[in-house]
């Protein structure tokens, strides 16, 4: 094994460990640590569960491991697929120091968290993302979730991991298009929150597309440091500042919504709404055109989109007026004052918006 970098989240139930590093997933017994000794159950995905299951007896220093095995993507985070997991930790009579390992990408971990956050009112779960974004992201900070028919994401709990192994060398297996929509949450930490990891995206973006290991390594740990710190402040999102998180997502939902589910993944969303919100930034004269340029530039040497192309501007807007972020029926949305720096507003002109959302310069 080499480097693994450890990076500890602040949480009022306990801090936990996120490691990062290749070939986590195939220390014998390398879970052990974090198990109280009651059950284990594993959720999976399908295509997961093809690569990666046959890890993890030896991960738990055990012949065998208890497994669920759910459709791949959003289709596993129901209502159903979240009661399959609760059910069967019910028939393997699962105790209150049982533990739920959520080996996946994002669907996954939200579902399994979700279950973990229910079950006997909150049992262990330890995250094992298998995709980009899940490492940079979803597996940190305790946000669990399920979709239901009224909407994505809106029934779920925070609950923290009891701890996350982030194994870069498991994105070997990442499809192109997925790893490159999980790139557009990490050139987020840099819009964000660290300008010098923006510089080094861009001086990096070949060696990073080309999943060169040191790359990998550097760029899953700065995105979880700085997600680390930032949910460390605000683990609930309630004062606004885990909220810049949320950079380029409101439209990005729009996006998702008005194409209907699936058609974008989340990451291009995020993408091209990022781009939209930075428009919409020098426009209300927070941002450089340089900084945008360069924003535009980094996401499109990872082949992600920078509009969005082919979606009426009256429907995104009608999206965005549900956002869970807006606040007595005024959108807000977080906007980047500069590289490295953005804030939470509802203080921008409307007109401003509609030219964003039409595709043009407002
Ligand atoms: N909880 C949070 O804070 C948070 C944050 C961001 C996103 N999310 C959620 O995350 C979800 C998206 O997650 P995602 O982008 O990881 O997508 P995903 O979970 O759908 O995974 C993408 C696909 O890649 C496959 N896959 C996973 N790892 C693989 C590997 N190593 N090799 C080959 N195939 C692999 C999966 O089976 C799936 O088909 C969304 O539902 C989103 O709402 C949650």
Request: aromatic letters at 16%; proline letters at 0%; glycine letters at 24%.
């Given at each position: 094994m080499t480097n693994i970098e450890t990076i500890e989240v602040a949480a009022a139930a306990g801090a936990y460990p996120v490691l990062v590093g290749e070939g986590l997933l195939n220390r014998p017994g390398g879970l052990k640590e974090w198990l109280r000794g009651g059950g284990v159950l594993a959720v999976t995905s399908r295509t997961v569960a093809e690569i990666y299951l046959d890890r993890l007896p030896a991960l738990l220093g055990a012949d065998e491991c208890e497994s669920v095995i759910l459709p791949d993507g959003e289709e596993a985070k129901s209502i159903g697929h979240w009661q399959r997991i609760l059910r069967r930790m019910a028939e393997l009579e699962l105790g209150r120091d049982c533990a739920l390992l959520a080996l996946g990408g994002g669907c996954v971990g939200d579902v399994a968290g979700f279950a973990a956050a229910c079950y006997h009112r909150g049992v262990d779960y330890l995250q094992l993302p298998t995709t980009l974004l899940a490492q940079v992201d979803s597996s940190v900070g305790g946000k669990t979730a399920i979709n239901t028919d009224w909407g994505k994401n809106l029934l779920g709990a925070f609950h923290q991991p009891r701890a996350v192994l982030c194994d870069t060398a498991a994105l070997s297996t990442l499809p192109q298009r997925e790893f490159a929509a999980g790139l557009a949450e990490v050139v987020k930490y840099g819009m964000v929150a660290d300008s010098s990891f923006f510089g080094w995206l861009e001086n990096n973006n070949r060696r990073l597309l080309a999943r060169d290991a040191a790359c990998l390594r550097h760029a899953v740990k700065r995105s979880v440091e700085i997600k680390a710190r930032i949910v460390g402040e605000d683990e609930h999102d309630r004062?606004?500042?885990?909220?810049?998180?949320?950079?380029?997502h409101s439209f990005a939902h729009a996006i998702e919504h008005s194409a209907g589910y699936?058609?974008?993944l989340h990451g291009e969303a995020v993408a091209a709404g990022m781009c939209m919100a930075a428009r919409l930034a020098v426009g209300e004269g927070g941002l450089r055109e340089t900084d945008r340029k360069r924003l535009e530039a980094l996401l499109s040497a990872f082949g992600l989109p920078l509009c969005a192309q082919g979606l009426g501007a009256d429907t995104l807007k009608r999206a965005m007026l549900t956002d869970k972020k807006n606040l007595k029926g005024a959108i807000r949305l977080v906007l980047p004052d500069g590289l490295g720096r953005a804030r939470l507003t509802s203080d921008f002109s409307h007109e401003s918006l509609d030219a964003v959302l039409a595709g043009q310069q407002p």
């Open positions: 004062s606004g500042r885990r909220a810049v998180l949320n950079f380029g699936g058609e974008w």
